[in-house]
């Protein structure tokens, strides 16, 4: 029972990355911020279909492909694939809808790979601030996961509930402290100052971190992600289409994914484990199928709704050991220009709350070499890894030339 | 004193449990097959695919494993700074609830807690929920 890594193997780089899209994730929030400070309707933003139309559009000019190249359409956020497909004016031969980056792409690939279609548009948009969306409360209902539901009369809900219990646990556990995590977001922040199209670019000293105010104890708001609008489009071709593309093609040469399901409305493997079993299972399949290792991984990127996500992700995926990824991360090692620079465009914590697509193309505008300020030196390798409700997903990506 | 509290989730197997919570009885569902025991409420055992249980009384002797406080509100019932407790039960599940008489902060893994309930009423009425004070 698992995967078939000889399979797996032959797909590995045969799928490339070749245009991403983005929306203007800062001028949005501002924009929206005065309005609301003016007492005004924000006349003329987008909404959630708008955000995925405008990403995709600019993604395709950014491959040089034509629409009518387009015949795979996989749909992410609180969009319906039919309604993209119409207002795209795109007839698709393969289709999905409705869930994260680092699920949809290797699911592309495999599409793309057996022949099922030739070129996938991966398509995200989320209005989700002007929506006024919350993560948490009585509203929360069965059509999420049973834990973030299912303990209201106890008052425990919130996706950072779960974090704040990890963490705990994590403090329990191995000692660990709130003065280190302070750290991830005060790197990631750093790492979003050089990106103008990050929602937040103010410095967070650590005495800003370790003053401010608890959301659920020990977590701090700035250890919790953003919630602002926006949109992400990501095109991906074969290896062969690639070459005619418009930018360099960034290869797809992993992914790997593996479940805590069962156990997870008690949080089992979560609060016993901290996930690491899956995690290592997700990177391993990740790493054989693109004959890779830690040691090859030259730029890491984790899923930040939380902070507690990246120490957790260090420790699962082998770069450090289980208890030791809030040592493993201080004095520089995770920023741009350290050993392991990790989230370099502020991730969800500090550019935008995109649910693991604009990681997806901080990975391609690293490795295309086109990061600008916050350019990673000799990026040939990008990771990217998540561990979210039972599972734990992981890509990784290679430069094509 | 009866507490306002957040709506449970009710329906088949929820309202087995939370009937036996009202006769002060903290049971859960025992897999006549295989022995394992179940929370939350599930119409089929996870190992052995039996739909046949037995509600068992647990011992209510539980640890406690992580906690959290929340520090801003998340429910006009439950005002900050609220306390939450991950308890994992003497018969193996891991149970999610609130301390009673006790603050969490501090208290280390392991630390010995043990069942008590509290009077307590939602939309669907009165009803008693399974807390947890130190042992």
Redesign the interface.
């Known amino acids: 029972m698992g995967y078939d890594l000889a399979r797996l193997r032959q797909i590995s780089d045969q799928v490339a990355v070749v245009g991403v899209g983005d929306t203007d994730y800062a001028k949005d929030y501002e924009s929206a911020r005065l309005a609301r400070q003016a007492g005004q309707d924000e006349t003329g933003a987008l909404d959630s279909y708008g955000l995925a139309a405008l990403a995709f559009r600019r993604a395709l000019q950014d491959s040089g492909l034509k629409k009518e190249d387009i015949d795979g359409i996989a749909v992410g956020g609180p969009v319906v694939h039919q309604r993209v497909c119409e207002i795209l004016g795109i007839n698709p031969v393969w289709g999905l809808e409705g869930a994260q980056a680092d699920v949809l792409l290797p699911q592309a690939v495999q599409a793309i790979a057996s022949g099922a279609c030739t070129t996938v548009a991966l398509i995200y948009g989320n209005a989700q601030r002007s929506m006024g969306t919350r993560y948490?409360?009585?509203h929360v209902g069965?059509d999420q996961p049973?834990s973030y539901?299912?303990?209201?009369?106890?008052?425990?809900?919130?996706q950072g509930?779960h974090y704040?219990?990890?963490f705990?646990?994590h403090q329990?556990?191995y000692g660990s402290t709130e003065e280190q995590l302070g750290t991830v977001s005060r790197t990631i922040r750093k790492h979003a100052m050089l990106n103008d199209n990050a929602v937040m670019k103010t410095p967070i000293s650590e005495d800003d971190y370790n003053n401010a105010?608890?959301?659920?104890?020990?977590?701090k708001i700035y250890d919790y992600c953003l919630v602002n609008d926006g949109g992400v489009a990501i095109i991906l071709t074969t290896k062969e289409r690639a070459a005619a593309c418009a930018k360099p093609p960034v290869l797809v040469s992993g992914f790997g994914r593996a479940t805590a399901e069962?156990?997870a409305?008690?949080?089992?493997d979560r609060?016993?484990d901290l996930y690491h079993a899956v995690l290592k299972a997700s990177g391993d399949e990740c790493f054989a199928m693109a004959g890779m290792t830690t040691k090859d991984v030259t730029h890491f990127q984790t899923y930040d709704a939380f902070s507690v996500h990246l120490p957790i992700n260090l420790e699962g995926f082998g770069f450090c050991k289980p208890g030791e990824g809030l040592e493993y991360i201080q004095n520089g090692r995770i920023e741009i220009g350290g050993e392991l620079p990790c989230n370099t465009s502020g991730g969800m914590l500090s550019e935008s709350y995109m649910q693991s697509w604009n990681h997806q193309v901080e990975a391609v505008r690293q490795l295309r070499h086109e990061a600008g300020r916050r350019q990673v030196e000799g990026a040939e390798t990008s990771m990217f890894c998540h561990h979210g409700s039972g599972g734990a997903f992981s890509i990784m990506y290679r430069r094509g030339v | 004193m009866t507490e306002r509290r957040p709506n449970r989730t009710l329906g088949p197997d929820h309202d087995t449990f939370w009937s036996y919570c009202n006769l002060g009885e903290f049971r859960l569902q025992k897999c006549n097959t295989c022995a394992k025991v179940q929370w939350p409420p599930t119409p089929m055992c996870n190992e052995c695919l039996s739909d046949q249980f037995t509600w068992t009384p647990m011992s209510g002797r539980a640890t406690i494993n992580t906690y959290c406080t929340f520090e801003r509100p998340y429910y006009k019932e439950c005002p900050p700074p609220w306390e939450a407790v991950l308890v994992e039960l003497e018969e193996g599940p891991l149970f999610m609830s609130n301390p009673k008489g006790f603050s969490v902060e501090g208290r280390p893994r392991g630390t010995p807690v043990k069942l008590a309930f509290l009077d307590c009423e939602d939309d669907a009425g009165p009803f008693k929920l399974p807390v947890f004070e130190l042992a």
Do not use: D, E, N
């Open positions: 948490g409360g009585g069965p049973t539901y299912y303990y209201h009369p106890w008052g425990w809900s919130s509930a704040a219990m990890m705990k646990a329990l556990m105010r608890y959301i659920a104890r020990p977590l069962v156990g409305t008690q949080l089992r609060m016993f």
